[in-house]
Each structure stands twice: as C-alpha cells, then as structure tokens.
C-alpha cells in the first residue's frame, strides 16, 4: 500500500509530533532542545507547524522569524553543520516512514535547503571554523543517512 502524501495541517502535526520525539531523544540535537533551549514542545508546535504549513501547503499562516530563535540558541551552545546534518536525517526518516509524494519530496528538500541557509547565517556556517557557509562533508553524510567517520 502506497504511503499518503502531506495533504493537511493534521499530517503535517503528527510528523511534527514523531520528529520531535526523535530529536529529543538524539544524542546529538537532543540536549540542544532539552537542556539548552527547554523546549516545550506543545507551546512551540503550533507555531512551527504553522512555518511548515505556510511553506509546503501555501497557506499564510506563518508571521515570524525562523532565524532568530536559532541565532539565539547558537549563541548559547554552538550549532554546527553536525547537528543541522542530524536534523535533516531524522526529519528525513520521519517523513520516509508515513508519508510520499510530491509535497513530502518538498519537505525534505526543504529541511536541505533550511539547514544550508541556517548555518550560512549564522555566521561563520555554524561549524566555528569560519568557514564562509561551506557545509562539510559530515552535515551531507549526516543528512543521507550514512554513518560519519
């Protein structure tokens, strides 16, 4: 049986939901939502739901400014291309196990796409090497799903 595509603001929420759970339980970008950030997920959820919705569903339900929250938490504990790399592999893997389809390729073309431009600036392509926004090969290897060595 052939896995639906995103359609809705409801699927939209419960992927939201699962990656969550993930990246709050990874080693790697877990502390940075838990300890660092204290993210309270359900008081957050809305409003990140609303930057997906706004991005993949066309709607305009988004007022804000994704940067800064980020730029904020990378001030108190460095983001790197690593981690940015970690949250693309587990959005990835979210949406690879419930759902397909065109917007669902958007959504993880999407997360690409945010996690170069996050650490572009963020400064110094949040790998604190001053890098000028390369992206090392980790944050691809991260994001693929392959191993790092």
């Known amino acids: 049986m052939a896995l ?66 980020h730029a904020a938490l990378h001030a108190a504990a460095p983001l790197t291309a690593a981690h940015f790399g970690r949250w693309v592999q587990l959005w990835r893997a979210t949406l690879d196990g419930r759902h397909a389809g065109p917007v669902t390729e958007r959504a993880k073309a999407q997360s690409q796409r945010i996690a170069v431009a996050m650490l572009r600036r963020l400064g110094d392509g949040g790998t604190g090497g001053g890098t000028g926004g390369f992206v090392p090969l980790s944050a691809v290897r991260l994001a693929s799903g392959s191993a790092v060595g």
């Open 4 to 69: 639906p595509d995103i359609t809705s603001r409801t699927d939209l929420e419960r992927a939201l939901r699962l990656f969550y759970r993930a990246a709050f339980a990874d080693p790697l970008i877990g502390p940075h939502f838990t300890e660092v950030a204290r993210l309270d997920l359900e008081a957050h959820l809305p409003r990140i739901t609303d930057f997906w919705e706004s991005a993949l569903l066309r709607t305009a339900s988004y007022r804000g400014n994704a940067l800064a929250p």
